[in-house]
């Protein structure tokens, strides 16, 4: 995977269907409904979008993109982080409920100059091909993108439509 196809270090990008996008910053772009995410936008909130991440074909990656053009967490408005706080926490438990992974890792850096937070599953067979822990994502990601295939791709869409319906099934505003 090159490093500058990854999100706020290029103007474009490739999603795992062929599609090719041009952007000034990614995170604005899908705020604005710009780049159609592959899947669809699975919960659009005040502030947050969630949805599978579109460049690397794992069934169960999501995003959590901050609406605002902002580049770290400790920028977040107490509302902001409520909501945050809770996308996550419906989002694992999703994916935990729904049986898809036991195990996510949740990754905020600031080099991608729009706030955005990965939700990793964590598959046993990853984790038996390339070790366990963030040191590891980038290779998991690097492998997924080049084994991508029709059948990977239904899986990533249809965990993106299981999540989904897990998040109209529940308020994550209780």
Request: proline share 3%.
């Amino acid at each position: 995977m090159n490093d500058n196809n990854f999100a706020g270090n290029s103007k474009k990008a490739i999603d795992f269907l062929g599609n090719e996008w041009t952007y000034d910053c990614m995170g604005c772009s899908i705020t604005r409904g710009e780049i159609k995410i592959p899947g669809g936008i699975i919960y659009e909130g005040n502030y947050t979008i969630l949805a599978s991440d579109p460049e690397i074909p794992i069934p169960g990656f999501l995003i959590v993109n901050i609406k605002r053009h902002i580049n770290s967490f400790s920028e977040l408005s107490k509302e902001e982080r409520n909501e945050v706080g809770n996308v996550i926490t419906y989002a694992e438990k999703a994916l935990k409920e729904l049986n898809i992974v036991n195990e996510v890792t949740l990754v905020q850096e600031e080099r991608s100059k729009h706030l955005h937070i990965w939700i990793f599953p964590n598959y046993n067979g990853m984790t038996k091909k390339f070790g366990k822990g963030i040191t590891y994502l980038r290779e998991i990601s690097e492998y997924a993108q080049r084994t991508v295939n029709d059948e990977k791709i239904k899986e990533v869409l249809d965990v993106s439509q299981k999540v989904r319906k897990y998040f109209e099934e529940h308020n994550i505003n209780e």
